[in-house]
C-alpha cells in the first residue's frame, strides 16, 4: 500500500524497475513505498553503514543519468542497475565517469569516493550480500528519484554547457569533528573557477541509529555539559549525587576497576549510577519543562534549538535523512530556517518513571499541552551504563562507563 502525501496528491509509476512517488506541495516525506516486510537477515556489518554507501551510488546515478533534451522537466528513473553498476565499481576503488551535457560537447565528470569502515567494505565487497540489505539501496534508490532539490540540481548541472566536475564521498569516517556529513556532494568548474557552487552535506540516519549528539565519560562534568549546553544548570544537584554515589562504593567510583563484567555487575555499582544519574536527570527535566513549554521566546528554548542545529550539523548547512524500515525516507534540513521552527513551538519535557533515566521532549499545543504519539515526539535524552573494558598493568580490567545520549525521533522530521 502506497501511503498518502500530505497534499493529498501523488503520483506512483514504476520504469526500468525503479519506483517514482510524486507528492503535489512541499513535504518533508519523501518518495516512498512500502514494500513486503522481510525479516532482516543478521549481519556483521553496520547497517547505517551500508545505507551511506548505496546512498552515495545512488546520488551518484542521479548525475549520470540525463535526459535526452534541455527541454524535459522531469529526469528519467535512476535504476536498481543503475545504482548497483556504480556500486560495483565503487567496490572496485572507486567510480569514475564522464557524461556530456545535454545536446552539448562539453563533459561533465562525476566521481564517488567511499571511507567507511572495513566491516561494511568488506561486506558490500561480495555483490552476494547486497539482496540482504535490499532494503537500503530501495531507500537510497527512491531519494535520488523523488528529492526535488537533488534532481533539480542534477538537471542543472547537465543543460548548463559548462563543464562540471562533481564529487560524492561518503565520509562517514572523516572529519566528524568538523561535521556531521557521512555523504558529500562538491561541485566546481575548472572553467568557472570563482563560481560557487552550492555543496551539500548529507546526515543519514537509519532505524536505531538516530543518535546526533553523545556526551560520555564519568563524572558530575559530564552532566554539566550536556545539560548546560542546552541552558541549563544542573549543579544545584551535584553535591546531592555525590554524596548518593559516595555512600554506595567504598572506594572513588570513577577509579574502581573490575576483573571481570560479571563482578562489575554484581556489584550492583552499575544500577546505583543509573540511580544517581536520575536525580540528575529529574532535576533537568523539570528545567526544561519550565522553558520549553512557555509560549514565550526563552533563553532555554533558543538554547535547545541551538544545540540540536549543531548536534545535527555542526552548524553546516546539512540535509538529515531518515531511512526507516520498509524503504521509507524522510528528510530535514538542519538550517536557521528549522531552527526559527524550533524556537516558536512549545513542548513538553518528561522523565520515565524507572530504568535507564530518559527525558522525551514532545510537541505541544499552543495552550502548551502535551501532543502524544511519536509523530509528536521530538527527541530524547537518554542515559546508559557500560561496562567499558580496558587494559590496566598489561592485565584487561572493567569500569563502569556511563554514556548521554541525544537522539532524533520522528517528530524531529515532521515538526
Same mark, same amino acid.
Given at each position: 500500500m502506497l501511503p498518502l502525501c500530505p497534499s493529498g496528491v501523488m503520483v506512483a509509476t514504476y520504469a526500468l524497475g525503479a519506483y517514482i512517488v510524486r507528492c503535489g506541495g512541499s513535504s518533508p516525506l519523501l518518495g516512498t513505498k512500502y514494500?513486503?516486510?522481510?525479516?532482516?537477515?543478521?549481519?556483521?556489518?553496520? $547497517?547505517?553503514?551500508?545505507?551511506?554507501?548505496?546512498?552515495?551510488?545512488?546520488?551518484?546515478?542521479?548525475?549520470?543519468?540525463?535526459?535526452?533534451?534541455?527541454?524535459?522537466?522531469?529526469?528519467?528513473?535512476?535504476?536498481?542497475?543503475?545504482?548497483?553498476g556504480?556500486?560495483?565499481?565503487?567496490?572496485?576503488?572507486?567510480?569514475?565517469?564522464?557524461?556530456?551535457?545535454?545536446?552539448?560537447?562539453?563533459i561533465d565528470n562525476v566521481s564517488v569516493t567511499v571511507s567507511v569502515p572495513k566491516r561494511a567494505q568488506d561486506f558490500?565487497?561480495?555483490r552476494g550480500n547486497w539482496s540482504k540489505v535490499s532494503d537500503l539501496r530501495n531507500g537510497a534508490l527512491l531519494f535520488a528519484n523523488s528529492h526535488s532539490r537533488l534532481n533539480a540540481q542534477a538537471r542543472g548541472l547537465s543543460i548548463n554547457e559548462r563543464?562540471?566536475?562533481?564529487?560524492?564521498?561518503?565520509? #562517514?569516517?572523516?572529519d566528524q569533528k568538523g561535521t556531521k556529513a557521512d555523504v558529500k556532494i562538491e561541485v566546481n568548474s575548472p572553467t568557472n573557477p570563482d563560481r560557487r557552487f552550492r555543496n551539500i552535506d548529507y546526515s543519514l540516519k537509519v532505524s536505531g541509529g538516530e543518535q546526533f549528539h553523545q556526551v560520555s565519560g564519568q563524572g558530575?562534568?559530564?552532566?554539566?555539559?550536556?545539560?548546560?549546553?542546552?541552558?541549563?544548570?544542573?549543579?544545584?544537584?551535584?553535591?546531592?549525587?555525590?554524596?548518593?554515589?559516595?555512600n554506595f562504593f567504598d572506594i572513588e567510583v570513577y577509579t574502581k576497576k573490575?576483573?571481570? $563484567?560479571?563482578?562489575?555487575?554484581?556489584?550492583?555499582? #552499575?544500577?546505583?549510577?543509573?540511580?544517581?544519574?536520575?536525580?540528575?536527570?529529574?532535576?533537568?527535566?523539570?528545567?526544561?519543562?519550565?522553558?520549553?513549554?512557555?509560549?514565550?521566546?526563552?533563553?532555554?528554548?533558543?538554547?535547545?534549538?541551538?544545540?540540536?542545529?549543531?548536534g545535527l550539523s555542526r552548524n553546516i548547512n546539512t540535509e538529515l535523512v531518515k531511512f526507516v524500515n520498509g524503504s521509507l525516507v524522510k528528510t530535514r534540513v538542519a538550517n536557521r530556517e528549522f531552527r526559527n521552527v524550533l524556537v516558536g513551538n512549545r513542548y513538553v519535557a518528561e522523565i520515565n518513571a524507572s530504568g535507564d533515566p530518559k527525558i522525551s521532549i514532545y510537541l505541544a499545543?499552543?495552550?502548551?499541552?502535551?501532543?502524544? #504519539?511519536?509523530?509528536?515526539?521530538?527527541?530524547?535524552?537518554?542515559?546508559?551504563?557500560?561496562?567499558?573494558?580496558?587494559?590496566?598493568?598489561?592485565?584487561?580490567?572493567?569500569?563502569?562507563?556511563? $554514556?548521554?545520549?541525544?537522539?532524533?525521533?520522528? #517528530?524531529?522530521f515532521l515538526i
Open positions: 514494500l513486503k516486510s522481510l525479516m532482516a537477515e543478521k549481519i556483521e556489518a553496520n $547497517r547505517g553503514d551500508l545505507f551511506e554507501v548505496f546512498f552515495a551510488a545512488a546520488v551518484a546515478a542521479r548525475f549520470v543519468k540525463r535526459a535526452k533534451t534541455k527541454s524535459a522537466k522531469i529526469l528519467p528513473a535512476v535504476t536498481i542497475s543503475d545504482v548497483e556504480i556500486l560495483t565499481e565503487m567496490m572496485k576503488g572507486g567510480y569514475v565517469k564522464n557524461v556530456n551535457d545535454v545536446g552539448s560537447a562539453v558490500l565487497s561480495s563543464q562540471d566536475i562533481i564529487r560524492i564521498s561518503a565520509a #562517514g569516517t572523516e558530575f562534568d559530564k552532566f554539566l555539559n550536556i545539560f548546560g549546553e542546552m541552558g541549563l544548570d544542573v549543579s544545584p544537584v551535584s553535591e546531592q549525587y555525590q554524596k548518593f554515589i559516595d573490575y576483573f571481570s $563484567r560479571d563482578e562489575a555487575k554484581s556489584t550492583g555499582g #552499575g544500577e546505583q549510577l543509573k540511580k544517581g544519574a536520575r536525580l540528575v536527570y529529574k532535576y533537568a527535566a523539570q528545567q526544561l519543562n519550565e522553558g520549553l513549554n512557555s509560549e514565550e521566546q526563552t533563553g532555554i528554548k533558543t538554547k535547545f534549538a541551538d544545540y540540536i542545529i549543531f499545543t499552543s495552550d502548551g499541552r502535551k501532543l502524544s #504519539g511519536s509523530s509528536n515526539l521530538i527527541m530524547q535524552i537518554r542515559y546508559k551504563m557500560e561496562v567499558a573494558s580496558g587494559i590496566s598493568a598489561a592485565k584487561k580490567i572493567y569500569r563502569f562507563y556511563p $554514556r548521554n545520549y541525544l537522539e532524533a525521533q520522528p #517528530g524531529m
